[in-house]
């Protein structure tokens, strides 16, 4: 034991990611990391495990104690009444054969490992296991980027590797592509596809633009799917076309495989890009801004993401709630209408992008203008156009950041400052978790659950801050529940508006598309069709694959035969 690393090296190359990693991992609520056993695991083989893990990994990629504070969830809400989600050691692969290795030892154990890529989901749990006791897999190390083709635009990356690092790869090599990026540039690609992230250009989607896995089995076995399953074909990261039955589906907020290399789509360099904003005065706008540009995705006059932001989220960015509110409560709707002049926008405002040659952008534009001007006339609508030198394609730097950043592809931390939103004091800790719905795009629909989770908010005397994803048919409405960690009485109130929007958009038919470590068995336990058959199935998988239940296990409320009373205990 003596022989582990207590201290973890850096986990970024990049100052800025490895400093905000630093300060959301700082100041936890409990100082102490108290020592906690896998499940049915004495502390004799628990022991000789980490032994063996040593020999394996070498004794700097082993972690136990104070080595665990980086394991944690930063965001932890005591008062939820969870116990309290701890690793019982860390492991930190750096390759495949590692990883096959370590396989091998906590099969033999019958120890359960957590695995993640960066650990950057927070709000969603982090890097915490959702059983106490796992062993947390943590993946940055391996993080080569294996390839980066121009021609197809594609590109094939290990877990390790950030937004932040494929970007500055491809700026750096004077690639013709952009790759998409999340909201912030320290997460991982491959993780936050997994977790079916999203970004803002047109391969936005993450999950929707794979081309070919690599997994590892609990028991070691490697596998890949799609065209990648030869061994020699030059089509592996081009299609998603496969010979039989696709599986890259089954290792989506998955607990059945380890994904250690994909590919991904990325987006050619565009002629020209113009920056499209909509804004409307009153919050019953939403309606009219959901049916016209849904109307607009699903005839492809918009073929991208549209992203929808209330004006108490936006002005987070500028400002912390006691500066923009000094009275009790959730800022009034009168101050909101001020506030609407104070940051020039709407109450409700769209962002989208339109990416491709300057005159097609140009007659695109054109009748979002048209529909706009006849279905929508209150709102206000604006374009700035950005085209390369002399008709060639455009560098994504050469847009402002007011207009590009994620929605040219840019990573950054830019909305960080978000988590401090309610912070009253000095020593006042910022966190946040979120509910997350797939909600049906229809505007009467929309507006009535954003009447509902606005009132949910205000009953705890929080504003509404939210947004949403406007795919083609449905909407990702995300209600982002910031608070000081430090607060008692924040940490419950905000765990009560969860709770209460979870059984609002319960009854509504609505399920979280993602979701923290302590709410996975309650998303799941939605998806009750015959006797939850889905669950069912899944679960058959994962006890033919993963006998010793060793992977992952109650993820997104999967769990294996042998540790399935874990779930009827919580």
Known sequence: MNDMATNAPPKYSDPLYQAAHDEAFSKPLFAKIETVLPPDVSQEDFALALEQLIEVLGKDAVFTGEGLKEYVDPYEIPESGYERSVPSAAICPSSVPELQKLLKVVNEHKIPVWTFSRGKNLGYGGPAPRVPGCIALDLHRMNKILEVNEKFSYAVVEPGVTFGDLYEYCAKNK???????????????????????????????????????????????????????????????????????TIDGLFLQSNLGIVTKMGFNLTPQPQAYMACSFDVPEFEHIETIVDVFGELRRNGTLPYMVYVFYIAEWATMFGKHSEW???EGPIPDWRLKEMQKDLDTGIWTVKFGLYGPTEVIKAQFDEVQRVVARDAPAGRLRQALFTGEDGGPLDATAVPPLYGGVRVGIPSMWNIPMVNYYNLRE???????????????????????????????????FDFLCDFFMHERYAIFVTMLCFDKTSKTQRASVDKVFHNLFEEGSRRGFAKYRAHINHMDLNAELFDFNNHAYRRFVETLKDSLDPNGILSPGKMGIWPQRLKQLREAS
Not at 441 to 457: H, I, S, Y
Request: glycine letters at 14%; charged letters at 15%.
């Open 175 to 245: 690639l013709k592509v952009w790759p998409s990026t999340a909201s912030l540039g320290w997460g991982s690609i491959i993780g936050n596809t997994l977790d079916r992230g999203m970004g803002f250009i047109p391969t936005g989607v993450h999950h929707e633009n794979v081309a070919g896995m690599e997994v590892v089995l609990a028991n070691g076995d490697v596998v890949r799917t799609g065209q990648f399953a030869m061994s020699n074909s030059p089509s592996a990261h081009i299609t998603k076309l496969t010979f039989g039955p």
């Open 427 to 461: 020593d006042s800790v910022g966190a946040h978790g979120a509910y997350s719905p797939i909600v049906p795009l229809d505007g009467k629909t929309v507006l009535e659950w954003a009447k509902t989770a606005k009132g949910v908010c205000a009953d705890q005397g």
């Open 325 to 327: 509110w000094k009275g």
